[in-house]
T-cell receptor, first 109, second 114 residues
């Protein structure tokens, strides 16, 4: 079956770095997405990886290893506003998104 | 402001009643989607439409129906609501439906079925 696994909750300190991991099993693979969702709000797009390697976008970076079925989202210089849930989603061979349950990131001062 | 508008924002509904959640986008996106989000679970696709005039079933379509009469509107109907349909419903759209396809989400509709 198809599955996305990510930790339920993580805690980090303001100004620090945190890495949120995601492992995926999909029928075929057409890319890996990360979305951010603040409490009570809609998810918003952060990143898309389809090739192996690291994609950097300001304080946020996303990494993909297709051979390992693994991705991570790296957040640097954490700010209080980064407190949110981070959703990992894999796209299968039919271009359908399979979503993880999300990782709730708590930032402490 | 370009985006997706969902209505209502929140609704409490008696079991057995019919309910339509409205979704309108002004980005001229081809594809539209309805998801439900429940605590501890990932977003689950209910129905989708790759282009106006076509619809398809997602992962959890039972008890729901959709229509796509034009590009902008994609209403979701619960014919006879049941308590298990209590959830937050998100409408989303994208330019296409394959590849690096970024979804834009509406603000969500919180539905409680009693």
């Amino acid at each position: 079956g198809q599955n996305i696994d990510q930790p339920t909750e993580m805690t980090a300190t303001e100004g620090a770095i945190v890495q949120i991991n995601c492992t995926y099993q999909t029928s075929g693979f057409n890319g890996l997405f990360w979305y951010q969702q603040h409490a009570g709000e809609a998810p918003t797009f952060l990143s898309y990886n389809v090739l192996d390697g690291l994609e950097e976008k300001g304080r946020f970076s996303s990494f993909l290893s297709r051979s390992k079925g693994y991705s991570y989202l790296l957040l640097k210089e954490l700010q209080m506003k980064d407190s949110a849930s981070y959703l990992c989603a894999g796209m299968d061979s039919n271009y359908q998104l399979i979503w993880g349950a999300g990782t709730k990131l708590i930032i402490k001062p | 402001i370009a985006g997706i508008t969902q209505a209502p924002t929140s609704q409490i509904l008696a079991a057995g009643r019919r309910m339509t959640l409205r979704c309108t986008q002004d980005m001229r996106h081809n594809a539209m989607y309805w998801y439900r989000q429940d605590l501890g679970l990932g977003l689950r696709l209910i129905h989708y439409s790759n282009t106006a005039g076509t619809t398809g079933k997602g992962e959890v379509p039972d008890g729901y129906s959709v229509s796509r009469a034009n590009t902008d509107d994609f209403p979701l109907t619960l014919a006879s609501a049941v308590p298990s349909q209590t959830s937050v419903y998100f409408c989303a759209s994208s330019e296409g439906h394959s590849g690096a396809n970024v979804l834009t989400f509406g603000a969500g509709s919180r539905l409680t079925v009693l």
